[in-house]
């Protein structure tokens, strides 16, 4: 008997019919002797519903508030789901993250866990319930409801796997495991059977959509086995492991990670002294605007051009922020651009490779591709290119290091 934590995305639990279809797949696991633990995330759809209708009261609600809305849509799934499991014969109990006791931290919209009480739903288990929790949620020391952020549900389900010592945690979602790229960019992707805690970091961190990023870190750090499954699809998805020897054979790069959502700014003209780096982005990191890819250049007039990107969400907080760091230091100006993306390489086997670099840049000049800044590490090498093209960029680098699939296997 192993116990199993199964976490079920949006698409997955999109219908009552679907959230059927899930409750036979977990009896099916019931039946085969495992105890198994549920995280569900709200129904398709149904987050953005909700903070449509905030924004229908204010264009910046209250961020307390907006997680006490939009954590309703699991709380729908949790008891759906617990009831289609009970009309099966399967004995199960919901739970939200507040009742479960997934302490975070007070960052409403994007809070961390800092700790799980896994008591109660012990005691379930060994009533030989299923217990199903609500994803994304979680409730800081004050009781005040928190969100996890996009795709926290994720997260959830590998922290409460860490927390309850489970023997594997499954991610089911609309895709049958980790691929090479995203199969909608580029129709000869693969996918992996097998990929690098390590590197599915660099992914997630990256832009890929299939876990989020704190999910895997909990995975790393605690040494949770992490399977990506298909929802509705039998098959064996992709396991991320920690198995360095199994990553030796592996090619060069292994995907291909790209992210829209990104913006940068620029600082121009700001006097070259010690400490303008913390000058600048000291009060960016204070409103809680995280910095990804950061370039300075020191001019011949003794002033220096800082530039970073942040997501895209945080640009005008951010460019609201950088303005007024400008009027405090003298700067010369302030720009700004959201038609950007990120295309990023990602392989293990970048550490045994000379000229990964040369040959990626080299595919791009090849497509007339400009890049405007680049940031590298042990395995993987990230650029900022325009948005326009960077369909072409992500098929061109996926051909460049020979990670399409044979003719007639490519991914459907």
Not at 52 to 59: F, N, P, V, W
């Given at each position: 008997?192993?116990?199993?934590?199964?976490?079920?995305?949006?698409?997955?639990?999109?219908?009552?019919?679907?959230?059927?279809?899930?409750?036979e797949k977990v009896k099916k696991f019931r039946e085969g002797g495992d105890d198994i633990v549920v995280v569900v995330s709200a129904m398709s759809g149904e987050t953005n519903r909700l903070i449509?209708?905030?924004?229908?009261?204010?264009?910046q609600p209250v961020p307390r508030e907006l997680d006490v809305m939009v954590s309703t849509g699991e709380q729908v799934t949790i008891a759906l789901l617990a009831m289609a499991l009970i009309k099966r014969g399967v004995p199960a109990v919901s739970y939200t993250g507040n009742q479960v006791r997934i302490l975070t931290d007070s960052a409403h919209t994007k809070a961390r866990i800092l700790q799980i009480d896994g008591q109660r739903i012990q005691r379930d288990i060994k009533a030989g319930r299923v217990v199903v929790v609500a994803g994304f949620q979680g409730v800081d020391e004050k009781g005040n409801i928190t969100t996890l952020g996009r795709g926290g549900s994720d997260t959830t389900g590998v922290a409460l796997a860490a927390a309850l010592k489970a023997d594997e945690c499954q991610i089911y979602t609309d895709v049958d495991g980790v691929y090479t790229t995203d199969p909608r960019v580029v129709a000869k992707a693969q996918r992996l059977d097998k990929i690098t805690f390590e590197e599915m970091l660099e992914m997630a961190s990256l832009g890929s959509?299939?876990?989020?990023?704190?999910?895997?870190?909990?995975?790393?750090?605690?040494?949770?086995?992490?399977?990506?499954?298909?929802?509705?699809?039998?098959?064996?998805?992709?396991?991320i492991t920690l198995d360095e020897e199994?990553?030796?054979?592996?090619?060069?790069?292994?995907?291909?990670?790209?992210?829209?959502?990104?913006?940068?700014?620029?600082?121009?003209g700001v006097p070259d002294t010690p400490?303008?780096?913390?000058?600048?982005?000291?009060p960016i990191s204070a409103a809680n605007v995280e910095v990804d890819m950061i370039v300075q250049n020191v001019a011949h007039d003794n002033t220096t051009d800082f530039t970073f990107t942040v997501h895209r969400n945080d640009y005008n907080n951010a460019l609201q922020v950088l303005q007024g760091i400008a009027a405090e230091m003298g700067a010369r100006e302030v720009i700004g651009d959201t038609d950007i993306a990120k295309v990023s390489i990602v392989g293990v086997g970048m550490r045994s490779h000379?000229?990964?670099?040369?040959?990626?840049?080299?595919?791009?000049?090849?497509?007339?591709?400009?890049?405007?800044?680049?940031?590298?590490?042990?395995?993987?090498?990230?650029?900022?290119?325009?948005?326009?093209?960077l369909e072409l960029a992500v098929r061109a680098l996926h051909t460049a290091f020979e990670l399409d699939a044979p003719a007639g296997n490519t991914a459907e």
């Open positions: 008997m192993a116990l199993i934590v199964q976490k079920f995305g949006g698409t997955s639990v999109g219908t009552v019919e679907r959230i059927e279809q899930v409750a449509d209708l905030a924004k229908q009261i204010s264009d959509k299939v876990l989020q990023i704190r999910a895997v870190e909990f995975a790393g750090k605690y040494s949770v086995p992490l399977r990506v499954l298909h929802s509705f699809q039998e098959g064996p998805g992709t396991l199994e990553s030796m054979e592996q090619p060069i790069i292994s995907g291909i990670a790209f992210n829209r959502d990104e913006a940068k700014l620029t600082i121009r400490g303008v780096a913390f000058k600048i982005l000291g000379a000229g990964v670099a040369s040959r990626m840049f080299e595919a791009l000049a090849k497509e007339n591709i400009n890049i405007q800044m680049i940031s590298t590490s042990e395995i993987k090498v990230s650029v900022v290119i325009e948005e326009k093209y």
